[in-house]
């Protein structure tokens, strides 16, 4: 089964900020989070593997809440470069951390105005 | 440059044929993956495979079909099967193991005339 992505889409001015949420039904053991240009393939920007862990990655960070089978992508400072499609990847404790193949959302598109 | 190759970019196949896309990498993955994209859907998994020789159905494998007799290919035919083949299809590949970020190709578009 999907996560489910939230919001579906969000239109930002440059400079403000966005979260980005990512909810499963089923217990996780990682999150994968991937920027996608439209027509392009998508980019990957982080993996989160424990509970309650956070990463970051320039302006874009990202948090892992395991029990409630939850990960947030934090972008701040928006910039033009951040518009794009974002999806997050998770995979069980029983795919081998991924190895069988990561269950998308199905997108959240962020567009960034001047 | 290391990095994984679809081809082509555009594909156009009559009702009832079977077509096959390209997916090469020289990154030395052992694992590979077909995803389809549909607007609105997100990527679903298609096939997978860790290792040459041996490849496993994802969730929607019904009217596909791959092979991986290389480690660098993995291509996918799309059959006359497959109700609704006109998609966005994406191939990536990583090491193996766990918690391995995907390098994702440029992906083809496959229209169905």
């Known amino acids: 089964q999907q996560p489910v992505q939230s919001p579906q889409a969000v239109i930002l001015r440059e400079g403000e900020d966005a979260v980005i949420n990512c909810s499963s039904s089923?217990?996780?053991?990682?999150v994968h989070w991937y920027r996608q240009k439209h027509g392009e393939a998508p980019v990957f920007l982080m993996i989160l593997l424990k509970g309650g862990e956070q990463k970051g990655h320039e302006k874009i960070s990202a948090s892992f809440n395991e029990k409630k089978q939850q990960s947030s992508l934090y972008l701040t400072a928006s910039q033009l470069s951040y518009s794009g499609t974002y999806f997050c990847?998770?995979?069980?404790?029983?795919?081998?951390?991924?190895?069988?193949?990561?269950?998308f959302g199905k997108g959240t598109h962020l567009i960034i105005q001047p | 440059d290391g990095g994984i190759t679809q081809s082509p970019k555009y594909l156009f196949r009559k009702e009832g044929q079977n077509v096959t896309l390209s997916c090469e990498q020289n990154?030395?993955?052992?694992?590979m993956y077909w995803y389809r994209q549909d607007p609105g859907q997100g990527l679903r998994l298609i096939y997978y495979?860790?290792?040459?020789?041996?490849?496993q159905k994802g969730d929607i494998a019904e009217g596909y079909s791959v092979s991986r007799e290389k480690k660098e290919s993995f291509p996918l035919t799309v059959t006359s099967a497959q109700k609704n083949p006109t998609a966005f299809y994406l191939c990536?590949?990583?090491?193996?193991?766990?918690?391995?970020?995907?390098?994702f190709g440029q992906g083809t578009r496959l229209t169905v005339v």
């Open positions: 089923k217990a996780l053991y990682s």
């Open positions: 990847g998770t995979a069980s404790p029983y795919s081998g951390g991924g190895a069988d193949g990561l269950t």
């Open positions: 990154l030395n993955h052992d694992a």
């Open positions: 495979s860790q290792i040459v020789n041996d490849f």
């Open positions: 990536a590949s990583r090491t193996r193991g766990a918690n391995t970020e995907a390098f």
